[in-house]
């Protein structure tokens, strides 16, 4: 019973695909305004991306600052120890 279940619903799903097809074929956007909410989405996501770009630089850059003081202030064998460590945990997590 299970099996003729999955079968009709099977089957119901692929008249849902052809209609579903068939309406996509009959009524096609109008270039004119796939282009230009195109355009304006693909310059919308440029903007967003080069504003990340900046903020993730400014944080890379404060991170970068704030380990090198860090490191000038403890003594090298401590810092080779905890470089160590910090290589053996990334090799753990993957």
């Known amino acids: ?16 695909v052809l209609a579903l097809a068939e309406a996509r074929k009959q009524a096609p956007p109008e270039p004119s305004d796939v282009e230009a909410s195109s355009d304006e989405a693909a310059l919308a996501a440029e903007e967003e991306a ?26 090298v064998l401590s810092g080779l ?12 997590l993957r």
């Open 1 to 16: 019973m299970r099996n003729e279940e999955i079968k009709a619903e099977l089957s119901a799903l692929r008249a849902e």
């Open 50 to 75: 080069s504003g990340e770009h900046e903020g993730l630089m400014g944080q890379v850059q404060e991170l970068v600052e704030l380990l090198e003081g860090e490191l000038r202030e403890t003594p």
């Open 81 to 92: 120890v905890i470089f160590s460590l910090g290589i053996l945990v990334g090799r753990f």
